[in-house]
Structures are given as structure tokens and as C-alpha cells.
């Protein structure tokens, strides 16, 4: 069975998807920006650091409401628009929110731009339960 998840109370994806679909105990979540959930048009924080540990916080709060938590994560994909220059200390924010040997595997991908001109995009795959 698959279900699709649209997390009451936060801002609708900006593409047309659900926050996150779960099939057999394995959570899909959309790719999170730097911006804040509770603010459907609000901005993008300001820098690498506060857009990556903002987007990490936007999973672990949908991981959360579908009985989860980041250290659910089993796979991540960070997307950069600037990737030589932001790689490190995205990097450097990324490594916070997880503990060191029980990290999820990781892609990090250059890409040439992002919805709303966001510096970071990050996207991952859990397993609740």
C-alpha cells in the first residue's frame, strides 16, 4: 500500500508532491530547502550553514510526524548550487545533526540552480518502525 503524506499544519511542498510517501515501512520525503515550514511564503535563511541546518530540521520534523527521526535516515542526497564553494561548510552543518558512525549514506551533487534560488536541497529515503 502506498500512502502519501501531507504533514497538517506546514507549508505545502513548492512542487506538486507530497511532503512524503511511505510504502512498506520505507519513508520517501520530498527534497527540504532552507526555509521554515510554518511560513508557506516566508524566505530562505541566509547562508549555507542556516539553509542546511534549517533543511535537516525540516526532515527530522516530517520523519517526526511519521513516527520517525533523522536517525531513521537510511540514504540522503544533497543537492549544491555552489558546490566548491559551500561543499565544507555545508559539510561542517550536516555532520551536527548526526552522530559520528551511525551517519546515513550520502550523494552530494552540483547542480546548476534550485527552486527559489536556494543554496541546498536535501532529500532522503528512512525506514520507520
Same mark, same amino acid.
Given at each position: 500500500m502506498i500512502e502519501h503524506h501531507f504533514i497538517p499544519g506546514l507549508a505545502r511542498p513548492i512542487s506538486p508532491s507530497s511532503h512524503a510517501v511511505v510504502v512498506d515501512g520505507w519513508a520517501f520525503l520530498t527534497g527540504q530547502l532552507g526555509r521554515d515550514l510554518d511560513e508557506a511564503d516566508g524566505p530562505l535563511f541566509d547562508g549555507i550553514t542556516a539553509q542546511t541546518e534549517q533543511a535537516l530540521r525540516n526532515m527530522d520534523r516530517l520523519l517526526q510526524s511519521l513516527g520517525g527521526s533523522l536517525a531513521?535516515?537510511?540514504?540522503?542526497?544533497? %543537492?549544491?548550487? @555552489?558546490?566548491? $564553494?559551500?561543499?565544507?561548510?555545508?559539510?561542517?552543518?550536516?555532520?551536527? %545533526?548526526?552522530? @559520528?558512525?551511525? $551517519?546515513?549514506?550520502?550523494?552530494?551533487?552540483?547542480?546548476?540552480?534550485l527552486v527559489k534560488r536556494a543554496l541546498v536541497e536535501i532529500d532522503g529515503i528512512a525506514r520507520l518502525g
Open positions: 531513521s535516515l537510511v540514504s540522503v542526497r544533497v %543537492f549544491l548550487t @555552489e558546490f566548491d $564553494r559551500d561543499y565544507a561548510a555545508m559539510n561542517a552543518a550536516y555532520a551536527g %545533526f548526526f552522530p @559520528e558512525g551511525a $551517519r546515513p549514506a550520502r550523494t552530494c551533487i552540483g547542480v546548476t540552480g
